[in-house]
């Protein structure tokens, strides 16, 4: 499936029409969300983030790299997911997708040594 075709999937099940899901992400008509899902526009990085947070899945559910689909959805700051989901390209969440579990959890201490040096 396409990411357009997941997001249509994905905003189906969380039962939101086009018009919904477009007023939840702050656009004024479903044009856009029109377009992203029959691929004639591209996501906005900033967007799958939003989009994530909306349908309560991860970003790489709505970008067909995440196989475990029954994984419970995690309570988080919402909008601060948005902010940080924010900085990676879709290129960049698809890389992130790839990591072993060690090599994430490795990535997760560096992010924390990071934040503790402000």
């Known amino acids: 499936m396409t990411v357009g075709e997941l997001i249509a999937k994905f905003r189906q099940e ?8 477009a007023h ?7 044009t856009t969300i029109y377009k992203i899902e029959k691929g004639q526009r591209e996501v906005p990085r ?3 983030a939003q989009l994530s947070v909306v349908l309560n899945v991860s970003p790489l559910d ?11 959805p995690v309570e988080v700051d ?32 560096f992010i924390d040594y990071l934040i503790s040096k402000r």
């Not at 939840?24 to 479903?30: A, D, F, N, P, W």
């Not at 970008?63 to 994984?71: A, R, T, V």
């Open 14 to 21: 969380k039962g939101l029409s086009q018009d919904e899901l």
């Open 24 to 30: 939840l992400l702050g656009y004024k008509s479903r």
């Open 46 to 48: 900033k967007m799958i």
């Open 62 to 72: 709505l970008l067909g790299e995440n196989d475990n689909n029954n994984s419970a």
């Open 78 to 109: 919402k909008s601060a997911l948005v902010d940080m989901l924010g900085n990676f390209s879709c290129e960049e969440l698809q890389r992130m997708a790839t990591l072993t579990k060690n090599e994430a959890a490795q990535v997760v201490d």
